[in-house]
């Protein structure tokens, strides 16, 4: 009933391909070219100022004129007959110098002296150390201060310091000090470098030399002397910085209480001093056209209690010893002095060319004054503080400073007639030589006999500061007035006035 039948294939092309060709077109489009442009404006700069003037005041009428513009009655009369008095005593006060050296000053006197800051070390103070040397740096802004003893006691096997603040730090406290530098016995001077703020130049109990760096808070021991056959032997009292002429630095100068005075030059490199010069105080060697009744004592030389640079001679230098003899010494002096060689590699000569009316104890303090080439001031046991002239041995002034001794005394920077001095009652007594009274312009009093004033400094830069220290281990810094510090237009003439004057 059913059959296969075979049917030829039939294929039917497909139109999608090609309607869809067809269909698709490529359409492309862009916008318009966008431009930029970059600009900036600023305003003008502008000022507003206003000035405003004041009503002017009718001139204050000292003669009422009368109602009916008639002038006071007998007034033309009373002018006539006074005129020629009236001139005559303005023309007598304008030759007059009454007030030449007075000064209209609106500053308040009721403090003349103030404690501004009171250091302290107390490690130092525990140990019953006193301040021995206090020292401003150049800069002014840091005072360093030496411990020691000023009285019996087994110096040298005792460990001391030396300590440093800045007084213009913020935040300064009182009780620490920004840098202690350790010594292994006592500090009996102390100098700051004249210019480099970090040197500081110290003489030890055990005779030696010691230069220390600040800048290096490890190891602040630049040079030091050691112990040889050419250095001191004994305590050294005094070190001073000496420009050296031919290598335009400095040089340290350092006195002991054996008799040597002796020039160090540091080499930095090698960490050592070189003795340039060295020279000794011999009884036989002193000038005694001024004054023969010196004896030795049994002693070979004349032991150094102090010693004072000139600011106007570098040839100059004056030294005090225990004695009481007050002498002129120069450097270039090729006088051998009489002493055995003892092995020293340097030779010593004898330095002193003319000799002062001696004291009746050891001479503490010498300093020469910044303002004349001859004055200079002197203090010591007998407690007198004696102005001398480098032109004759008396001296030419003795004022009364204390009942004890007189530790140190030191002319102004700033005031000519203006030097202090530290007792050992404790007090510091300030004194004008332009006042008619011989008593002191001002007194810094603190503490009592039990804290003697032992040391004081004068601050180059700020002479409105002074630096003391004491026994008890203080170093206090006073402000003072403007009185103290503030040179008067004559001033320079009454000084010249005093140096011209003959020593009774």
């Known amino acids: 009933m059913f059959t296969d039948e075979a049917v030829e294939p039939l294929s039917i092309r497909s139109a999608w ?11 492309g489009c862009q916008t318009t070219a966008v431009h930029r442009a970059e600009a900036e404006v600023q305003t003008r700069s502008t000022s507003t100022g206003w000035t405003q003037t004041q009503p002017r005041e009718a001139p204050e009428q000292l003669l009422q004129r009368s109602a009916d513009g008639l002038e006071p009655p007998g007034l033309r009369a009373f002018l006539r007959r006074v005129e020629d008095m009236v001139i005559r005593e303005l023309d007598r006060n304008s030759r007059s110098h009454a007030f030449d050296e007075f000064q209209v000053n609106w500053e308040d006197h009721s403090q003349p002296v103030l404690c501004l800051h009171c250091l302290q070390h107390p490690s130092a103070q525990e140990r019953g150390l006193h301040v021995t040397r206090v020292s401003w740096s150049c800069t002014g802004s840091v005072v ?23 007084v213009d730090r913020r935040g300064l406290n009182p009780r620490q000090a920004d840098l202690v530098i350790d010594v292994p016995t006592a500090v009996t001077a102390l100098c700051c470098h004249p210019q480099q703020p970090a040197l500081i130049a110290g003489g030890l109990y055990s005779g030696e030399v010691v230069v220390w760096d600040t800048s290096q808070t490890q190891d602040p021991v630049l040079v030091q002397t050691g112990m040889s056959a050419d250095s001191h032997r004994e305590p050294v009292y005094q070190v001073a910085w000496v420009p050296l002429q031919k290598t335009g630095e400095f040089g340290v100068l350092s006195a002991c209480s054996g008799g040597r005075v002796l020039l160090w030059t540091g080499l930095l490199n090698e960490g050592r001093f070189v003795l340039n010069a060295a020279y000794t105080l011999v009884p036989q060697q002193i000038p005694h056209s001024s004054y023969a009744g010196f004896k030795a004592r049994g002693s070979s030389t004349v032991g150094v209690t102090s010693l004072a640079l000139s600011p106007w001679d570098p040839d100059t230098f004056l030294v005090g010893s225990e004695g009481g003899l007050l002498l002129r010494c120069s450097f270039s002096s090729q006088t051998p002095a009489a002493v055995p060689s003892e092995g020293h590699k340097v030779p010593l000569r004898a330095p002193a060319v003319f000799v002062f009316r001696p004291r009746s104890g050891p001479v503490h303090s010498i300093h020469c004054s910044p303002f004349h080439r001859n004055l200079f001031v002197s203090a010591g046991t007998d407690g007198l503080a004696h102005l001398h002239s ?8 003795s004022l009364r400073v204390s009942d004890s001794s007189v530790f140190e005394v030191q002319w102004s920077p700033t005031r000519p007639l203006v030097f202090a001095a530290a007792t050992g009652q404790g007090e510091v007594q300030i004194f004008d030589l332009g006042r008619r009274s011989q008593r002191p312009a001002a007194t810094i009093e603190q ?34 007035g403007h009185d103290l510090t503030e040179q008067s237009p004559r001033e320079i003439g009454q000084l010249e006035q005093i140096a011209n004057q003959v020593a009774a």
């Open 390 to 397: 480098l032109l004759q041995a008396d001296p030419l002034l």
């Open 144 to 166: 360093a201060c030496a411990y020691g003893r000023t009285d019996d006691g087994d110096w040298i096997s005792e460990p001391s310091c030396v300590c440093l603040w800045n």
């Open 447 to 480: 503490g009592g006999a039990d804290q003697a004033a032992t040391c004081l400094a004068f601050n180059s830069q700020n002479p409105h500061l002074l630096a003391l220290g004491r026994t008890n281990g203080t170093v206090c810094i006073w402000q003072l």
């Open 17 to 27: 391909g090609t309607s869809r060709q067809s269909a698709l077109q490529s359409i």
